[in-house]
């Protein structure tokens, strides 16, 4: 059974772009939840989606947003982005979104 | 103060040693978790727990709800044991993840 994978793995962006990542969740798993992990703050939930809707969402500006299609891969974004983005993006996939969670390996975004 | 807490932050062992990881939270939760993270950012799901105690291998993982504390154990430590353990819990009512600091284990050969 293939793993969450998440593409791209790293990628470098300047100020003021923006920026799309993928997750591809476990087959069969209809949730999907992202998390911005960074030195200074550690782990922080950014959104969940589950069945295309999203269900729950952190404290993040509008700038974050993302979608989920019907095969239940997952699409966020970040737009005009800033310095302090830079951080490991992880996904998660779980059966009903409130199991066990099986992370992808993240997307480390560098924002110069 | 942190919704969820970590004791301790860093810890250094021999190989061989019994190991205990402490996670405190001021939240109702509807569920717990230990997470592992390597060197390299991968996170693997070690336990989810919402009463008692449950083992896996040399791990075992423990809550008690009513103080709202939980501990993650691991016997004969081995130094691929070596990694950031974090503790996460699932808000009640909410379902929103919020994770602990995360406790830096590093096993000695």
């Known amino acids: 059974k293939a793993g969450v994978t998440q593409t791209p793995r790293y990628l470098i962006k300047t100020r003021g772009q923006q920026v799309t990542l993928s997750c591809s969740p476990i087959?069969?798993?209809?949730?999907v939840s992202w998390y911005q992990q960074t030195p200074g703050q550690g782990l922080q939930f950014l959104f969940e989606?589950?069945?295309?809707?999203?269900?729950n969402k952190g404290n993040f500006p509008g700038r974050f947003s993302g979608r989920q299609f019907s095969n239940s891969r997952s699409e966020m974004n970040v737009s005009t982005l800033e310095l302090g983005d830079s951080a490991l993006y992880l996904c998660?996939?779980?059966?009903?979104?409130?199991?066990?969670?099986?992370f992808g390996e993240g997307s480390r975004l560098t924002v110069l | 103060k942190n919704e969820v807490e970590q004791s301790p932050q860093n810890l250094t062992a021999q190989e061989g040693e019994f190991i205990t990881i402490n996670c405190s939270y001021s939240?109702?939760?509807?569920?717990l978790h230990w997470l592992q993270q390597h060197p390299g950012g991968g996170i693997v799901s070690l336990f989810m727990?919402?009463?008692g105690k449950k083992k896996h291998g040399r791990l075992i993982a423990t809550i008690n709800i009513q103080e709202k504390h939980s501990s993650l154990h691991i016997t004969a430590s081995h130094p691929r044991d070596s990694a950031v353990y974090i503790c996460?819990?699932?808000?009640?009512?909410?379902?929103?993840?919020?994770f602990g600091t995360g406790t830096r284990l590093t096993i000695i050969p």
């Open positions: 989606y589950f069945s295309e809707t999203q269900r």
């Open positions: 939240v109702g939760i509807s569920a």
């Open positions: 996460a819990v699932t808000n009640f009512g909410n379902e929103k993840l919020t």
């Open positions: 087959s069969g798993h209809r949730s």
């Open positions: 998660a996939s779980s059966f009903e979104g409130y199991g066990e969670l099986f």
């Open positions: 727990l919402s009463s």
